[in-house]
């Protein structure tokens, strides 16, 4: 039993082969999944997805790097889409400073509405975190949200910043990269985070695990993701299973 909290089945990158994909999820152990939608194309493909199987779940949100697309319609229709059964969380949003795309004031800005909102209806939320560690922590702080918490997605910070995620609610899942040789920063946070805080995703089509690195990621992959936390963790792969599938469906709220 595998749940894959991050992936992107909707992406383009799955369109002549999308069935096939699911189905290797499900052979794989995968009984779980959430898929993203990030902007205004992917949320209705998100939302498609999660209508047709049952297995799959939505988090709809505003992703950093398409914040200078966001107008107020769009915050409204992701209030509207949260009523949704299948819509379990507000993401991924953050902030992204690498990729130029757009301004940090404004970046700030949509993240800041995106917490608020997230409040407003008690959803948690999925973190978007490239190269801005410090100001992640430091809005989340100041927008108050721990009151809903959430997860830090394909976490990629320190032990430090971390254990400031966790005082705050958060749920940190770990991605194909924590199953590279030269990972050494990943595999020591995922050994010291508490086995009750602990979600595994795959971020499919992105950053494949060993042995698949730079090839296209597939949901089936998060079962190589579990390999290694029960590895560095000294369990089993179905106790991970276990463990991170119940975090999902606490983090979550699914019944």
């Not at 989340?140 to 609610?169: I, Y």
């Not at 690195?213 to 963790?233: C, D, F, H, I, P």
């Amino acid at each position: 039993m595998l749940f894959d909290t991050h992936t992107h089945l909707d992406s383009h990158k799955f369109d002549e082969d999308r069935e096939d994909v699911i189905r290797r999820a499900r052979e794989a152990g995968v009984h779980m999944l959430v898929n993203i939608g990030f902007n205004r194309e992917t949320i209705p493909t998100t939302m498609e997805l999660a209508e047709r199987y049952e297995f799959i779940y939505a988090a709809v949100g505003w992703h950093p790097v398409d914040s200078i697309d966001m107008r107020p319609e769009d915050l409204d229709w992701i209030e509207r889409l949260c009523a949704h059964k299948k819509v379990v969380a507000i993401g991924e949003i953050g902030l992204d400073y690498h990729w130029d795309t757009s301004p940090k004031d404004v970046q700030h800005r949509v993240f800041r509405e995106q917490i608020r909102l997230a409040r407003k209806l008690n959803k948690p939320i999925v973190i978007h975190n490239r190269d801005a560690h410090e100001d992640v922590v430091r809005l989340l702080r100041e927008e108050n949200a721990k009151d809903v918490g959430g997860v830090m997605h394909c976490f990629s910070g320190s032990w430090e910043t971390a254990k400031q995620c966790l005082d705050m609610n958060f749920y940190i899942s770990f991605g194909g990269p924590v199953t590279f040789q030269n990972a050494r920063v990943p595999k020591e946070v995922l050994k010291q985070v508490p086995l009750d805080r602990i979600l595994i995703e795959t971020d499919a089509p992105y950053l494949a695990p060993h042995p698949f690195r730079g090839k296209r990621n597939e949901s089936a992959y998060v079962a190589k993701v579990a390999e290694t936390a029960a590895e560095l963790l000294g369990k089993t792969v179905e106790e991970i299973g276990r463990i991170t599938t119940e975090n999902g469906k606490k983090c979550f709220g699914i019944v």
